[in-house]
């Protein structure tokens, strides 16, 4: 292995190793085999050959450019050593920096950077004290064998020097000959040479004395080396040893440390109640005679008329008074003896309670109020909710059918009046109605109301499809009936009357009327919302061409194109447009399908079928800051929507009914309103929570009309960008580019998106508002029900 001449010495690290040795024992752990840089013979400088954390470290090239320049031979710049890294680091990895010394020289930027400087790095090793004087010239070893496991056949050379300075310059020397033995008789190690860039020859080999390198590593140098998975755990064992011993020594010392101070704390207490005695003893004592015992003098074991007296007696008695005096205090016993010695204050254990001021008292009244009502609360809607599950949680151990499918409810959720948040009333169901459903084994279906009137549409769409099932107009695919769970609409019909409908809040229940009413007086067409409205708008006059001679070439051609319809006009224009497609026809229906539609549309009036139960949930959305009071109050009396929850869940899961309720319109006014007051009317469920809408929804058609003005105010101009850019009547600007305007197509089907929500909004709004009534038809009278509570002694169901 290659050495530095004696004249290098100032390049030696605290441990003497030259650059040579200290880059060898780097590269030999970051590369987990045995490294090591021959001497150089043919006048090229090493190179890198690993991409290890080491040899891609600026340290490291340091190193090794010194061993470079040692040997007379050009070194590389640190761009050309560093090419091919993936990653360069500015020092050697953490778990080594203990382990082996870095020279400061190698960790200096203006030494390293942007190429080895050999002077920069000895002015700045020489300026720090401890530098090794070059007083040593050493020869590198030379092995003439080929073979891997060849040991050094000659030891370093010095100049004529003592021994013992010998021994300091070249540590290496001296631990190579005491295990020469030792390389004799072991199993010889494989070597990994850190080759220069030339080819070596065939009968030429370098070797190093792994003794001295498995000492410094810590490895018994008989052994074979580890692999690089028997290295890494090392490192990363070494490591967390680190962090292990110092949590350890620290966790040792602070029990060491507080058990000591608890033997001081004894061993205080100890001597000091070994060091009290009587008054009359400590007198006799010091002064050999017995204290006065008139009549007239102070009691016996006055501690203050003692110490008068002894000081009057010697002045030195002064110690005696400052004990008595510091033993005036009630003795401390037990506890308070010990935490005395730990550094409390007496006055902290001589403490006695008392009552908090005035501003502590307000605070803890306040706190400890609020916290009271809150636990309180809480622990009785725990209460509250589990004794209705467990009234019901038998049902859901009743065996059923394998392909039988339990019984499913409908719940039905509008949206409250200026909320944005539409899941509000399925919140509710979900948090107080939902837990007696699930203990009871019921299935249900939740149909969200995200936009007014999105309910109503909804039931009359499901009675649509219901009658016209009903009438023979459909029937179910034949994919449907081939399933083993397929079950015909008769038994379908038998199992929604055994579920219900869950209506939560009075919005809900106005839908859901109001839906109920439409789907059971319309007709049964099938009819698309969307396709009838585009045939509406398209008869308006917004998106007619203008009567401009220049767009149509002369007065002849303007004159016929302005009585021309406004669909001839939209057939003429160029763009393309699917309304302007459509040619007004009379829908005509098949001959096989027109008598049973008319027969059935006739029928509208015929009795209604009995339909599923409701099942009412009072529900009232607060909103706004006049209801903030309201929102204080209910947060401390959660109680009380629990138990109405859990009581509506308990009469849905119990299955009792009874018919609606609601006065007879066929009588007088007088006596209409006298049963009014008498029995009860569930078209008045929930009424009051009307009063909670918000003020500003009564602006709500205003809204609407304002904002259809103001489309169709810009409508216009939009309209005109499109049709000059589709007819290339002028060029697109710089920022149509980047943002191309919407084409008259788009215009189209966004009028027709806009109409339709806002039509849907008047329409649902109009349905709920507070001065409607709800829709009733007296034929909902036999068909509609209404669950009720269960006797006390009913704990049987019909499921």
Not at 323 to 350: A, F, M, N, Q
Not at 465 to 491: M, N
Request: glycine residues 4%; aromatic residues 8%.
């Amino acid at each position: 292995m290659a050495a530095c001449p004696a004249d290098y010495s100032w390049a030696r690290n605290k441990a003497n190793l030259d650059p040579c040795q200290l880059a060898s024992r780097l590269l030999d752990v970051c590369s987990h085999k045995d490294s090591y840089l021959p001497v150089i013979e043919d006048g090229v400088p090493y190179k890198r050959l690993a991409q290890d954390p080491c040899s891609c470290s600026s340290p490291v090239y340091a190193l090794v450019s010194a061993c470079d320049d040692c040997q007379h031979v050009p070194f590389p710049s640190w761009a050309q050593w560093s090419s091919g890294c993936p990653v360069t680091y500015t020092n050697i990895p953490s778990s080594l920096q203990n382990q082996y010394e870095i020279p400061q020289w190698a960790v200096t930027k203006s030494a390293v950077m942007p190429s080895y400087n050999p002077d920069q790095a000895r002015s700045i090793a020489l300026a720090l004290p401890g530098t090794i004087a070059a007083t040593t010239e050493v020869t590198p070893t030379i092995s003439t064998t080929d073979t891997p496991d060849a040991t050094p056949t000659s030891s370093p050379t010095s100049t004529p020097v003592d021994t013992s300075s010998a021994v300091a310059t070249n540590p290496a020397s001296s631990t190579s000959d005491s295990n020469a033995s030792n390389a004799s008789t072991n199993t010889p190690t494989s070597v990994a040479r850190f080759a220069p860039s030339s080819t070596i020859g065939s009968n030429a080999a370098y070797s190093i004395d792994m003794a001295t390198m498995g000492s410094a590593l810590g490895q018994n140098p008989s052994q074979p080396t580890e692999s690089s998975s028997d290295a890494n755990s090392l490192l990363s064992a070494s490591k967390k040893s680190n962090k292990k011993g110092a949590i350890a020594g620290g966790t040792v010392g602070a029990l060491i440390f507080l058990a000591l101070l608890a033997a001081a704390a004894f061993w205080l207490v100890v001597r000091r109640r070994r060091s009290r005695m009587a008054p009359s003893a400590m007198y006799k004592a010091r002064y050999g005679s017995r204290p006065p015992t008139s009549m007239s003098a102070r009691p016996f074991g006055d501690h203050s008329t003692l110490a008068v007296s002894s000081l009057a007696h010697n002045n030195s008695s002064s110690n005696v008074l400052h004990d008595e005096e510091s033993h005036g205090h009630t003795p401390l016993s037990g506890v308070k003896t010990v935490l005395r010695y730990t550094g409390i204050p007496p006055s902290w254990l001589d403490k006695k309670p008392k009552l908090p001021s005035r501003n502590w008292l307000i605070f803890l009244s306040v706190t400890s109020s609020v916290l009271g009502l809150y636990i309180y609360d809480r622990r009785q809607c725990k209460l509250i909710r589990q004794s209705y599950v467990d009234k019901v949680k038998h049902l859901a151990d009743v065996p059923s059918d394998p392909l039988d499918a339990p019984r499913k409810v409908t719940v039905l959720g509008a949206k409250w009046p200026a909320d944005e948040d539409y899941d509000q009333a399925l919140k509710h169901f979900r948090k107080y109605v939902k837990p007696i459903l699930v203990a009871a084994a019921v299935d249900y279906e939740m149909v969200q109301g995200k936009r007014h009137g999105d309910i109503a549409r909804y039931v009359a769409e499901e009675v649509r499809k219901r009658r016209r099932l009903d009438a023979g107009l459909d029937e179910d695919s034949e994919v449907l009936k081939a399933l083993p769970t397929y079950k015909t609409p008769a038994q379908r019909r038998q199992k929604e009357l055994a579920g219900g409908y869950v209506i939560v809040g009075r919005p809900t229940f106005k839908e859901f009327m109001a839906g109920l009413q439409k789907g059971y007086t319309s007709g049964l067409e099938k009819v698309d919302a969307e396709e009838a409205l585009a045939r509406e708008l398209e008869n308006d006059t917004h998106f007619d061409e203008p009567e401009d001679p220049r767009d149509f070439g002369d007065q002849e051609t303007s004159t016929d194109s302005s009585k021309q319809s406004p669909i001839g006009l939209a057939q003429s224009s160029p763009v393309f447009s699917p309304y302007a497609q459509m040619k007004p026809s009379t829908p005509q229906s098949s001959p096989s399908s027109a008598p049973s539609i008319s027969s059935a549309s006739i029928e509208t009036r015929a009795p209604i079928p009995p339909l599923p139960p409701l099942l009412l949930v009072p529900f009232t959305d607060l909103i706004g800051l006049k209801q903030i009071p309201l929102m204080i109050w209910g947060f401390f009396n959660q109680r009380h929507k629990v138990r109405s929850g859990a009581e509506a869940g308990y009469r849905l899961v119990m299955n009792r009914t009874r018919p609606i309720q609601v006065p007879d319109t066929s009588a007088s006014e007088e006596s209409a309103s006298e049963k009014a007051s008498s029995i009860l009317n569930d078209l008045d469920f929930d009424k009051e929570a009307e009063s909670y809408f918000k003020k500003s929804m009564d602006e709500f058609p205003d809204e609407v009309d304002d904002a259809r003005k103001k489309y169709y105010d810009a409508l216009p101009a939009k309209l005109a960008t499109a049709r000059e850019l589709a007819r290339g009547t002028r060029e697109p600007t710089k920022a149509e580019l980047e943002n191309p305007p919407p084409t008259e197509v788009e215009l189209r089907a966004e009028r027709l998106k806009k109409e339709k929500r806002w039509r849907d909004d008047l329409e649902g709004w109009n349905i709920i508002k507070p001065s409607q009534g709800v829709a009733w038809d007296p034929r909902f009278k036999d068909a509609l029900r209404v669950f009720v509570d269960p006797p006390e002694d009913d704990n049987v169901t019909q499921v």
